[in-house]
């Protein structure tokens, strides 16, 4: 079984950035992680796609973190960040990270994060 475990998340101001980082660790190897993801879930909203990555770096971006989110990784480290600028009040949301190692997916906790001035 394959644990993510996010961190970086908090109170910030309209405008203000964050990173958020999410490691993922087993109690044996871990096989090669294919792509990993940062989702997003509102209060009162559906869980939505934020920003995916392959393990060859390509990525993709919901159209609302086109040009202020940058996701990257680390395969040494089983790492993948993603960096949040310019943070208006509609990212306030808990943050997943997600991987998936051939077809199986596993999720992180969340990390809560709050734009409000």
């Known amino acids: 079984q394959v644990q993510l475990v996010e961190s970086g998340g908090g109170l910030v101001q309209p405008g203000g950035s964050l990173r958020l980082s999410c490691a993922a660790s087993?109690?044996?190897?871990?096989?090669?992680?294919?792509?990993m993801g940062w989702y997003r879930q509102a209060p009162g909203k559906q869980r939505e796609l934020v920003a995916v990555?392959?393990?060859?770096?390509?990525?993709n971006y919901a159209d609302s973190a086109k040009g202020r989110f940058t996701i990257s990784r680390d395969n040494a480290k089983n790492t993948v960040y993603l960096q949040m600028n310019n943070l208006k009040p509609e990212d306030t949301a808990v943050y997943y990270c997600?991987?998936?190692?051939?077809?199986?997916?596993?999720w992180g906790q969340g990390t809560q994060v709050t734009v409000s001035s």
């Open positions: 997600n991987a998936r190692i051939i077809l199986s997916y596993f």
């Open positions: 087993a109690s044996g190897s871990i096989a090669s992680i294919n792509d």
């Open positions: 990555i392959t393990r060859g770096g390509t990525s």
